[in-house]
């Protein structure tokens, strides 16, 4: 079966689509026929030996994925709609999950569509509600919101009754956070002096942070009493951003880091839990993915590429059959 390979640490223009042997599920895995890669950044950062996990070569990308059931157990049946997401390997014909891992595919939600959900949506959900402890009527604000995790930032937000204030780079990225659902859209530069005219000078309650970099300092700024900021992601690559204790203690504010993965990997329960809550979610049609695109397999590199300008909106999606 094809799998899409980094073979050597050079980046999404060195990614291979390479021939390996099937997987054989473990008794507590599911045996995945993968229809639909998501594209992530940690995907890219692997691609360049950048990222936390330093997997040893050659190893298989893919993070998010859609596809159907193999064969029945462990509570699945087969040819059953599931997406699952796993650390890296995703990105092959057919993938053994374990068990909790792997969620069933609402009726509402296609297969591109199923790519798109596991990582950003379970991302958002931990960062607003156990990170954040966002309340129905607070406000917030999200950087890099026509991305992926931006996106399902918006709409999970939303259906938690926040109002959401979405900053982008340029109005077209604009259009797009707003028809995920953002109340105010406001352009990367002077924000902060913007934020402040919307919330009338009192500032926002959370500040969700995938960007890093510059933005850091006006985001502090743009926190009402009491306010989080909560450190998601580094998509600038300039730099960790440093604070400076005495704005905390003099605003009374905090800084929050958000790593969903290690959480959420490391409590049996947890994810399944998250994933319930999100259903419902999903069934009213407040949590719909936006697809910027769908690429062939042999196009996995241009769409870290793409990813990489900054030309993606909301998620990018490989085919991988
Ligand atoms: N902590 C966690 O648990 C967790 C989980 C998932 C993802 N993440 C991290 O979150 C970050 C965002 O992931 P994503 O999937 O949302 O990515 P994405 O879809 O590419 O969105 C990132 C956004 O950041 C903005 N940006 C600013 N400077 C950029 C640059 N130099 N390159 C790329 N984008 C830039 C872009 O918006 P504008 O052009 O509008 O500025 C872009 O839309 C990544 O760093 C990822 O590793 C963290």
Redesign the pocket.
């Known amino acids: 079966m094809r799998a899409v390979q980094v073979t050597r640490l050079d980046g999404p223009e060195a990614i291979e689509i390479v021939d390996v042997a099937e997987p054989v599920a473990a008794p507590h895995e599911v045996l995945i026929d993968v229809h639909r890669v998501g594209?992530?950044?940690?995907d890219l950062?692997l691609s360049r030996g950048q990222y936390q996990l330093k997997p040893e070569l050659p190893f298989t990308l893919g993070v998010d994925v859609a596809g159907t059931v193999v064969e029945d157990g462990n509570g699945f049946t087969a040819g059953q709609r599931v997406c699952a997401v796993v650390p890296y390997g995703g990105g092959a014909e057919r993938i053994a999950v374990n068990v909790d891992f792997v969620f069933p595919l609402p009726d509402e939600m296609s297969l591109d569509e199923g790519a798109a959900l596991p990582?950003?949506y379970l991302?958002a959900h931990?960062?607003l509600v156990v990170r954040g402890q966002a309340q129905p009527g607070e406000s917030i604000l999200i950087?890099?919101?026509?991305?992926?995790?931006?996106?399902?930032t918006i709409q999970t937000a939303k259906a938690l009754g926040l109002t959401a204030i979405a900053?982008?780079?340029?109005p077209e990225?604009g259009e797009v956070a707003k028809a995920a659902g953002a109340d105010h859209v406001v352009l990367?530069d002077g924000f902060k002096d913007e934020v402040k005219a919307i919330t009338e000078g009192r500032g926002v309650d959370l500040v969700l942070d995938?960007?890093?970099?510059d933005v850091f300092t006006d985001s502090l700024r743009s926190l009402a009493p009491l306010g989080r900021l909560l450190?998601?992601?580094?998509?600038?690559?300039?730099g960790i951003p440093e604070v400076k204790v005495n704005r905390l203690l003099l605003n009374n504010i905090d800084v929050r880091?958000?790593?969903?993965?290690?959480?959420a990997m490391r409590r049996a329960g947890y994810l399944k839990q998250q994933w319930n809550e999100i259903v419902p979610l999903i069934e009213t049609g407040s949590i719909k993915p936006p697809i910027?695109a769908v690429y062939p397999v042999e196009e996995f590199g241009q769409a870290l590429l793409d990813?990489?300008?900054?030309k993606?909106?909301?998620?990018?999606v490989v085919a991988i059959r």
């Open positions: 594209i992530s950044f940690p950062l990582m950003n991302t931990f960062a950087h890099g919101a026509a991305g992926g995790v931006g996106t399902a900053v982008v780079s340029t990225k990367i995938v960007v890093g970099g450190v998601v992601g580094f998509a600038a690559g300039q880091g958000v790593g969903w993965g290690d959480y910027g990813l990489d300008a900054r993606a909106v909301g998620k990018l």
